[in-house]
């Protein structure tokens, strides 16, 4: 994501020039308030106007709502660097955002508007990004990222497969949203797979040329994707079953495996890196505790759950969406005491998130001292970057750190 796209020139506004621009903004304003939301329902405050039950609502909304936006985001961002072709802008981005938005606003209100209605709302957004992404990938014949398709169809399968629950037509809703989960998951693995080691080499190269660098991608890396993506079916398809735990505890020792080649070690001076190898060191820890928890259920399984979304998912989120905001808008690729503070902020509320249930008497208030961590994240990443996303790249002196 460090390199700079091709842009066609427009007059509109420069939050409408990329993808990144508006999806990352929008996608942390949903992240800030989604969690107060649903710790107010979950505590029993107001009327619930969604007509999913409200845990439901909480998974669907970070996977299907604020997941779904920073993959947008990002694959509008990354496909023109990919395929050569001109990124999307202007108006036909503008309702992309569009579509997103009504169906956020759908799926909260369904119990008014009508569970058929808020369905083919929130659908449509996933529906026609998924026609997108697939014109950019096969008009530039660019076949090796493909499987970003395929990550696209399943987000797809697994919204759908809520919203067949709320139709009434089969109970499936956390089925659909395990496999959205699941997904977002696999992604990481993937992506992050690619760009950790490949940053870090390049920072090391620089900053400390010499020493070793990150290995290169080979048969290790082949084996524990292929590991992690049948850990990551199992999960979903049979979360119970017998072997099911066994395959979570090869895929997260072999996470830990992959990670400790990339030199993690090195980069403890740069947050902008060590947040990526925090990141994915989270999707390690997630698997392991799917694991132990399957084997000898000490604790809840939304321990495992919340190291794997909070920890894994919203880390690396906050460390791409950071890392490209910054380098896209032409300002130096080091990490701020504001960004760094959103770094910590988050960290801590994936901690807090996985004690809360250790002790039931302090449960709300770890589980509200968590969500306020998560906010305070995505509301600092808005106030820091806002002002950089909607307005046109800097060049000289105005570009420093956030």
Do not use: C
Request: charged residues 10%.
């Amino acid at each position: 994501m460090a390199a700079i796209p091709r842009y066609r020139p427009q007059a509109g506004p420069a939050v409408l020039s990329a993808g990144f621009r508006p999806f990352f903004l929008v996608s942390a304003l949903w992240a800030f308030l989604v969690i107060p939301i649903w710790i107010a329902f979950f505590a029993g405050h107001g009327q619930v106007p969604t007509a999913l039950p409200p845990v439901v609502w909480h998974v669907h909304e970070m996977v299907f709502g604020f997941g779904a936006a920073t993959v947008a985001g990002f694959l509008l961002t990354a496909i023109p660097n990919w395929t050569g072709r001109m990124p999307l802008q202007g108006g036909p981005l503008a309702l992309l955002v569009l579509l997103w938005a009504v169906g956020r606003i759908a799926v909260l209100f369904s119990a008014k508007i009508g569970v058929d209605s808020a369905a083919a709302l929130d659908l449509a957004f996933p529906i026609v990004f998924l026609l997108v992404v697939a014109r950019e990938i096969i008009a530039g014949r660019n076949w090796r990222n493909l499987p970003m398709l395929g990550a696209l169809l399943f987000l797809l399968l697994g919204n759908l497969l809520v919203h067949f629950e709320s139709v009434g037509i089969a109970r499936t809703a956390e089925l659909g949203n395990r496999l959205g989960v699941a997904t977002l998951l696999m992604l990481i693995s993937f992506i992050g797979g690619r760009i950790v080691p490949s940053f870090t080499r390049n920072w090391l190269a620089k900053e400390q040329p010499g020493v070793a660098m990150p290995a290169a991608f080979d048969v290790v890396d082949r084996t524990v994707l292929a590991v992690t993506g049948l850990a990551l079916a199992v999960w979903t398809l049979t979360p119970e079953g017998v072997a099911t735990p066994w395959i979570e505890l090869a895929a997260g020792l072999m996470l830990g495996v992959r990670l400790a080649r990339w030199r993690g070690e090195a980069t403890l001076r740069e947050p902008l890196l060590w947040v990526l190898h925090l990141g994915y060191g989270w999707l390690s820890l997630g698997f392991l505790l799917l694991a132990f928890n399957n084997l000898l259920p000490l604790l809840p399984q939304t321990t495992a759950l919340h190291a794997l979304t909070v920890g894994a998912i919203g880390t690396m989120i906050l460390a791409v969406m950071t890392r490209a905001s910054l380098g896209h808008t032409g300002r130096p690729l080091v990490a701020g005491p504001g960004t760094t503070a959103i770094y910590v902020l988050v960290t801590l509320a994936a901690i807090l998130r996985l004690l809360a249930p250790l002790d039931s008497a302090w449960y709300l208030l770890m589980l509200s001292l968590a969500g306020a961590a998560w906010s305070a994240a995505f509301g600092l990443f808005v106030l820091l970057y806002a002002r950089p996303l909607v307005r046109p790249r800097v060049i000289g002196e105005d570009a420093r750190p956030i």
